[in-house]
């Protein structure tokens, strides 16, 4: 098996996760890192002991001509930075949110494809195994044809702590976090064709808003509720599990707070828990989705050797920004707005 070579740009708070995940990829190494913070830049390569830094992207694709460039930066930059990658030839993987708005996430699935550059947008919740089981139980059959469906996101963790900029983007919790909660809706019930939602900020430090509530209607007599919250204090607090609730025509799937999976069908209910590992570089409660940034790496060096396009690809992704876009502009108005099917 060939090596494949990566490079990836910006090492903050998220990219330290990604780094210990290409580690348990087989066959693949990343050989040089970029950031404009040298502090930053100085930290974390010293900790992964990659010495090839460059505070420069251009510079650093130029000099290194990786495998692939994985890009850990926030939005701002996406779009600068995978036009880059596409003019260079470099096979790319982008962080959510993919891009600010549909239109610069178009051009840049425009440009990858033109370029014929592999593009894969890091979206890892539908790569946590909970919910991976999730839609294994819904293709078993069990619970015949799903018709309503909910994906939960509960929380008053303190994001702002690890991620300050979380607190001074207009936009918040459905850019950031309900992002993620539309794609696993379109993942386990398909896409969407209109949606009604409501936004709130009920924290008064921020600037965006901290609560959403999104119906959405699949077509065929199907719809689903997608909630998050950053603003809910519970007894236990759940962070960051996705809950989710599916009813079909002959049983239901309940994947409840403990990673606990129950699935009820006219032979009876099935109970199973579905923690995630708890990898040797995870901590809770972030093991979740720190398992899942392995299993979505994994999956991207198996579409590249293969020649395949990953499940989370950049023009997939753009069903999931026209769906976050949809609910801002419901919210905005009041009333229901249709969602572009721009993969029909
Ligand atoms: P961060 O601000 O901690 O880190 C970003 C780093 O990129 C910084 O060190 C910054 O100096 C560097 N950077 C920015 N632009 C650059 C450029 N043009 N060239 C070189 N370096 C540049 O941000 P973060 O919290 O690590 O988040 C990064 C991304 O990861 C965000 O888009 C965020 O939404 C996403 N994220 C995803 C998950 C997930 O589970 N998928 C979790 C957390 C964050
Ligand atoms: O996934 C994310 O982008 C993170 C978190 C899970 C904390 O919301 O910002």
Redesign the pocket.
């Known amino acids: 098996m060939k090596e494949l070579r990566g490079a990836l ?7 330290v996760n990604q780094l210990h995940g290409w580690k348990d990829v087989p066959g693949v190494a990343i050989v040089s890192l ?4 040298p502090e ?1 830049l100085k930290l974390v390569g010293e900790q992964f002991g990659i010495t090839a830094r460059y ?3 251009r510079e650093m694709l130029a000099a290194e001509r990786p495998d692939f460039v994985d890009i ?6 996406h779009r ?2 995978v036009e880059l990658a596409a003019s260079l030839r470099i096979p790319v993987i982008c ?3 993919f891009a600010r708005t549909l239109g610069d996430a178009k051009a840049m699935v425009e440009a990858c494809g033109q370029a014929q550059v592999p593009l894969m947008v ?4 539908r790569w946590q195994s909970p919910i991976l089981k999730v839609k294994r139980a819904i293709d078993e059959g069990l619970i015949g044809k799903p018709f309503w469906g909910r994906v939960s996101f509960r929380s008053a963790y303190d994001v702002f702590s ?2 300050p ?1 979380l607190a001074e983007g207009e936009r918040f919790i459905v850019e ?1 976090l309900g992002i ?1 909660a539309l794609d696993v809706a379109r993942f386990l019930l398909g896409d969407a064709q209109d949606v009604s939602a409501r936004i709130a900020r009920v924290n008064p430090k921020i600037k965006g808003e901290d609560v959403a509530t999104a119906l959405l209607n699949h077509g065929n007599d199907v719809a689903s509720v997608v909630d998050c919250s950053y603003a809910t204090l519970l007894e236990t607090e759940p962070f960051p599990e996705t809950l989710i609730e599916i009813d079909g025509s002959e049983g239901t799937i309940r994947l409840n707070r403990g990673y606990e999976l129950v699935v009820t069908s006219r032979k009876g209910t099935r109970r199973e828990d579905v923690s995630p590992a708890l990898l040797p570089w995870a901590s809770r409660p972030w093991h979740n ?1 720190q398992e ?2 392995l299993l979505i790496q994994r999956h991207w060096a198996d579409c590249l050797r293969a020649g395949r396009e990953p499940d989370t690809s950049g023009r997939d992704n753009l069903q999931t920004l026209a769906l976050v876009e949809a609910v801002y502009a419901s919210a905005r108005t009041g009333g229901t707005v249709s969602v572009p099917g721009l993969l029909r």
């Open positions: 740009i910006g090492c903050g708070f998220f990219a970029c950031d404009r913070n930053r505070n420069d992207a850990a930066t926030t939005v701002e930059s600068a930075l962080q959510k949110p890091h979206e890892n919740f690890g991620q900029y950031d993620h989705i899942s940034v």
